[in-house]
């Protein structure tokens, strides 16, 4: 009795993690059926290689490369902001703060991947927006450059604590070593503590640039809905994020050819991500140096 | 000068750069939450969380949306956490190193990665539209149960990992099965790591607006919802419908609002702290 009750409760945990499975296959179906509706009525070549983009406009375009091209704009931006801004933390609270200091700002500044994405989209749209307008006065009131900055910032964290994590990795016998040598925390810093850790902080990076493509509301709230090929952060621009908001908010009908554009959408965002996830994953798998 | 002190001005130079960095995010989020108290803070009154929505900004109010949120939070938790803890046990204590559980733990790392929008659209097809539930708060709860489940597995997963083999090995002497063995001792010692993983996970429920936009969940809603198959709006889409319209009355909404969600999400992540902590001090192995 007993056994057959172990038995019963094993086979239940794993039925219990064979839903993540059951999930990610959920996703690849829809998104591969909806998808291959969808190119029945519009040829492939044209959806990757149009460069217009108004599938709800009477005459429809279907060229993903705008909305495409409205995602990397705002990922550039962000990760221009973000990655300096990150990895220097990391290597300041690892090489120089006390590690009270660091202890404190660590998940201070984690509150900042906290704070749900509809009020950065508010803080960009109603702050930084018309902040930046008194600088550059032809900037339209909504833009690629407010959105990316506000993202880079909401994305500090991500690379920040996860690279601290990496450089606290890397033995301390090898920073003494540095010392020994009569180097600076600088030179230890970048000659020895990051390409030690480079995998870890490798990582982080691509795992920031993945979160800043999916990311929704913020670009949703401030970007605008003006699928534009261009890479002029002034302008007005669309996500592919926020392409599907803009649908799904919509009153276009269901079943129809302009409805199935979010599942096209939607896949080629799928792509983007699974791709970077991949990479960081098997980066972290193969190159992640082990010390003795 | 010689190199030891063009290094040494170097050195100093980063220092000083970097601690701009680190206080620059810091004085971001300051930022951030004084633009925000200094326009929502004045609109908070009982009316603005009892009234129902309204086309004029004065005499609006988030009462359903509040509603929404709770019933959707309520049900995420209900159908997530089970799920994930089961799943976080089974990788941890029963799953072996084979292509099997490799499998599922590259696919856990990945959903991880997968856009909170992916997620709108596999609840919109699965459960809106094969189960035929619609834009429910049911398809809702489903949705961001799926949403939050490998963060949920993997704090288990992580709890577990912490607690020391003795404990373990010293019920197993006692002649306890694993099931007995687990639901006796490893999971009251992981208790705190699995509660700081679920409510880090509600919080991360909380704030998430793109997948209960794709399903179909709705802006204007005058109604309280009062069962699981009803249509239902919650706090973060009230907020992105409010910013989106050219009314000034309609910011300050917003900005109240988000007092409102910035509330919820603090009072949750202080909460894992806190359990995280006394936790760690009461329970040393």
């Known amino acids: 009795m007993l056994k057959f009750k172990e038995k019963a409760i094993e086979s239940f945990l794993i039925l219990c993690s064979l839903v993540t499975v059951f999930t990610t296959l959920g996703i690849v179906l ?15 070549v044209e959806f990757f290689t149009g460069t217009e983009w108004t599938p709800l406009f009477a005459e429809k375009r279907f060229g993903i490369l705008p909305l495409v091209c409205g995602t990397l704009l705002t990922t550039v931006i962000a990760i221009a902001v973000a990655l300096p801004l990150g990895l220097t933390i990391a290597i300041y609270l690892n090489e120089y703060a006390h590690p009270k200091f660091t202890a404190f700002v660590k998940p201070t500044l984690e509150v900042l991947a906290a704070v749900p994405t509809v009020v950065y989209g508010f803080f960009a749209l109603t702050f930084v927006t018309p902040l930046l307008q008194s600088f550059i006065p032809n900037l339209s009131g909504f833009n690629a450059l407010s959105a990316g900055l506000v993202m880079g910032v909401m994305i500090i964290p991500y690379i920040s604590s996860l690279s601290e994590d990496a450089l606290r990795a890397v033995p301390k016998s090898l920073r003494e070593a540095a010392y020994g040598m009569g180097s600076t925390r600088l030179q230890t810093a970048f000659r020895v503590m990051v390409p030690a850790a480079s995998s870890g902080i490798i990582v982080s990076v691509i795992l920031a640039i993945s979160r800043a493509i999916g990311e929704t509301m913020i670009v949703a709230v401030a970007a605008g809905q003006e699928p534009r090929l261009t890479l002029n952060p002034i302008h007005s621009i669309e996500t592919i994020t926020t392409y599907i908001v803009q649908v799904s908010m919509g009153d276009v009908p269901r079943n129809s050819l302009e409805y199935s554009t979010i599942f096209s959408a939607g896949i080629t965002l799928f792509i983007f991500t699974f791709i970077l996830n991949n990479v960081s994953f098997f980066i972290k798998k193969k190159f992640q140096q082990k010390y003795e | 000068m010689n190199s030891s002190q063009i290094n040494k001005i170097k050195n100093l130079g980063f220092k000083s750069f970097a601690i701009v960095c680190t206080f620059l995010g810091l004085v971001v989020l300051a930022v951030l939450l004084y633009v925000v108290f200094s326009q929502g803070l004045s609109r908070i009154d ?3 969380i009892t009234s129902l929505p309204s086309r004029r900004a004065s005499s609006a109010g988030i009462y359903t949306a509040l509603f929404g949120m709770v019933w959707i939070l309520v049900l995420t938790v209900i159908i997530a956490f089970p799920i994930g803890m089961a799943a976080g046990i089974y990788l941890q204590e029963y799953g072996k190193k084979n292509w099997f559980t490799n499998f599922i ?5 990945n959903l991880a990665g997968v856009p909170s929008i992916i997620y709108g659209i596999l609840g919109l097809e699965l459960f809106g539209r094969v189960l035929g539930l619609g834009n429910s708060i049911l398809t809702g709860a489903l949705t961001l149960s799926l949403l939050i489940l490998p963060i949920i597995i993997v704090s288990t997963r992580e709890a577990i990992k912490a607690v020391p083999k003795s404990l373990r090995e010293a019920s197993y002497g006692l002649g306890a099965t694993k099931w007995q063995t ?3 001792v490893v999971l009251p010692s992981a208790f705190g790591g699995i509660m700081t993983g679920l409510i880090l996970a509600i919080s991360r429920a909380i704030g998430e607006t793109a997948p209960l936009i794709v399903i179909g969940a709705l802006v204007y809603v005058p109604f309280v919802p009062e069962g699981p198959m009803d249509e239902f709006t919650v706090l973060t889409i009230q ?3 409010w910013v989106t319209r050219p009314q000034a009355g309609f910011v300050t909404n917003a900005a109240a609002a988000i007092i409102i969600l910035l509330m919820f999400t603090f009072m949750m992540n202080g909460i894992a702290v806190l359990i995280r902590s006394r936790y760690n001090k009461k329970t040393k192995f």
């Open chain 1, 30 to 44: 829809v998104l591969a059926t909806e998808s291959v509706r969808f190119f029945q009525e519009v040829s492939i």
């Open chain 2, 46 to 48: 009982w009316d603005f």
């Open chain 2, 105 to 109: 733990e590259v696919n856990i790392a």
């Open chain 2, 182 to 184: 687990i639901s006796n």
């Open chain 2, 239 to 241: 907020i992105f419908n």
